[in-house]
């Protein structure tokens, strides 16, 4: 749905390993500026640890997972995220509430 829409994104096992770390994943997106989309909150303590202003997170918390409901309410989101996602942020979005977080993390 994210591709249709013209978003450039990509499942980590297209890059990566099917069975890469965490902060593989994390390194890989850094260095090829990329953000990283995940339901996984490990990736916040990883970003925190590391004190790296990039790449930017979106970590999802939403209680409908399916991809299409997932799809919608980041695309409902785009304009919020677009211009964050360059800056480097780590953002949490949930069913009603969508929250920015400038990185580094301290």
Do not use: C
Not at 45 to 56: E, I, M, V, Y
């Amino acid at each position: 749905m994210l591709r249709a829409e013209g978003w450039d994104v990509v499942w980590v096992w297209e890059e990566l390993s099917p069975s890469a770390l965490d902060l593989e994943i994390l390194d890989h997106a850094r260095k090829n500026e990329r953000s990283v989309l995940t339901q996984d909150l490990d990736f916040s303590a990883l970003l925190a640890l590391n004190g790296w202003d990039r790449p930017s997170l979106v970590t999802l918390r939403l209680s409908e997972t399916q991809p299409e409901a997932v799809g919608r309410k980041i695309l409902e989101a785009r304009h919020e995220l677009e211009s964050r996602l360059a800056e480097g942020y780590a953002i949490t979005i949930e069913d009603r509430a969508i929250r920015f977080r400038k990185l580094p993390i301290r």
